[in-house]
């Protein structure tokens, strides 16, 4: 047989595939463990027992025990050669919550030391209000430059029914239970003043009966 005649077929029969051969099988899918969402932090309930118009005033207290209320904070500017210059003012209401509060005004070229001087004005102002118990003894009407409030006396568990700027001054000075109600301008300065005026007011019952010479009934 020569190369150019071609092979006769033979009978040989193809081989059986092996393991070696077979496709190889798809991975068995793995279990993922999914993590349940932390639940959310709920909020603390607010603190409505004042049943004032607005949240009560967070104080900051010194070493001698006193309290102390930035009520407001203004900016003023002034136009020179070099350019604007700015100027901050602090009202602050500083007291012990029983029976002395004052006020101040202090300015300076810096937030911090505004305070700081407003701070220790109203401490060299502070002066004893007369109180009858957690309220004031009789009504009263404040006034300052454009701004009136009216004050009167309330029965235990009324709460600071007050703005503000009037609660600042009646919360430091250790009124608990009074109705309030401001007339006229509402700019901080008149308000917080003319508050300090219907206090200063105020005259207790024993004062009354020796200025007098009476005896007054309950």
Known sequence: MTESEPKPPT??????????DAPAAPPAPTET????PAPAKRRPPADNRGRGRGPRQQFDQDDKGLGEVVV??????????????FSFGALVVVGDKKVQVGIGYGKS????????????????????????GGTIPHRV????GAS?????PASPGTGVIAGASVRAVLELAGVHDILTKSYGSNTPKNVVRATFDGLMQLVSREEVERLRGVTLSA
């Open 11 to 20: 009978s040989e029969t193809p081989a059986a595939p092996t393991e070696s």
């Open 141 to 144: 009407v404040g006034r300052y």
């Open 72 to 85: 407001k904070i203004g900016r003023c500017s002034t136009v020179g050669k070099g350019g604007r210059r």
């Open 109 to 132: 070229v810096e937030v911090p030391s505004a305070i700081e001087k407003g701070k220790k004005i109203a401490t060299r102002a502070m002066t004893p209000v007369k109180l009858h």
């Open 148 to 152: 009136e409030v009216v004050m009167v």
């Open 33 to 36: 463990t999914v993590q349940a």
